[in-house]
């Protein structure tokens, strides 16, 4: 990746750098706004285990929106917006994905 231009790299690579380029300056939280919208199912499950990784091995607070479904599994907390209206914890949702 280190010879490449940005437009060169996959939607991948690109969101490994942004991923990277967030965690050098140690923040508290992480905001994550549709991760992997652009990633094949592949990628996705991949990046949400780094995201995961990087939650317990820094002991992030990541904060993920997003609305594939398959995010919520790498979630400790899920909430939902409703009619503009957030709703509390639904983590029994998890069970059914």
Known sequence: MQN?????????????VALARALMVKPKYIL????TGNLSMKEQETFLGILKKVQ???????????????AFVYCDKVYRLVDGKLEGSVNKWKKHF
Not at 4 to 16: S, V
Not at 56 to 70: A, C, E, H, L, V
């Open 4 to 16: 490449r231009y940005p437009k060169e790299l996959t939607g991948f690579e690109q969101q490994c």
């Open 56 to 70: 317990t091995k820094y002991n992030q607070t990541i904060i993920i929106f997003s609305s594939t479904k398959k």
């Open 32 to 35: 994550a706004d549709e991760p």
